[in-house]
Structure formats: C-alpha cells, structure tokens
Nanobody
Framework: EVQLVESGGGQVQAGGSLRLSCAVSGLRITDYTIGWFRQAPGKEREGITC????????YSADSVKGRFTISSDNVKNTVYLQMNSLKPEDTAVYYC????????????????????????WGKGTLVTVSS
C-alpha cells in the first residue's frame, strides 16, 4: 500500500518559516515526480513545486520561487518543503503527491491547478500564516 504522510504544518506569523515533510512508503520516490500542492479556503488546489528525486531537478511556481525550497532524502524516502518569508496568502492545506508522469505535476504548477494523472496523494497538513 502506498502512503504519503505530510507533517510539519502549524501556525506561524508572517515572515516566519516552516518545514514540511512528506514521508513516503510503498514506492521509491526516485521512481516518481513528487510535488507539493496547496488549497486555500475557497480556492482550487494548485501545484506549487516538484522534484525529480532521481536527479534532484526541481521546478517551482513564481508565487513561491525564492521563498520555498523542495528537497529530498532518498535514503529516508522523504520529501521536504522549506517555506521561508511566509505570507498570509500562503495559508492553505498543503498536500504532497506522486506522479509517474512528470507532465501531470508540471502542468499543475504551470496552470495553477490540479491536472489529471496524479497517482497518489497525502491527506494534507494545515499551514496558517497570521499577519
């Protein structure tokens, strides 16, 4: 059984930092593209960043570029999201997802949506940024 389990969410003041973790079991992250998505209240779930753990290549949406960093520990089979300079508009439930099809996650990030072709989802972790 494949499981993606997010942790590290919480409440932080604007300008602060949080580090999210996505612990993956049942598949090797080096065989998939792993992405982080978020869904703010009343908004569509959107892709924000992804990593190809096999080669460490990453891609991020402009909204988080320079503030959020995705990384992976292939031994622990875990993907991280370091979030710095947080803003109130970053408040959302954050999900990690795995896709065998790189384009599914890339399109989600470019289009700011959730594309078809995502194979597995975590249940999410809530991040609240107060002003």
């Amino acid at each position: 059984e494949v499981q993606l389990v997010e942790s590290g969410g919480g409440q932080v003041q604007a300008g602060g930092s949080l580090r999210l973790s996505c612990a993956v079991s049942g598949l090797r992250i080096t065989d998939y593209t792993i992405g982080w998505f978020r869904q703010a209240p009343g908004k569509e779930r959107e892709g924000i960043t992804c990593i190809g753990a096999s080669d460490g290549s990453t891609y991020s949406a402009d909204s988080v570029k320079g503030r959020f960093t995705i990384s992976s520990d292939n031994v622990k089979n875990t993907v991280y999201l370091q979030m710095n300079s947080l803003k109130p508009e970053d408040t959302a439930v954050y999900y990690c997802a795995a896709a065998a099809d790189l384009l599914a996650i890339m399109h989600s990030i470019v289009a700011g949506t959730t594309s078809d072709g995502i194979d597995y989802w975590g249940k999410g972790t809530l991040v609240t940024v107060s002003s």
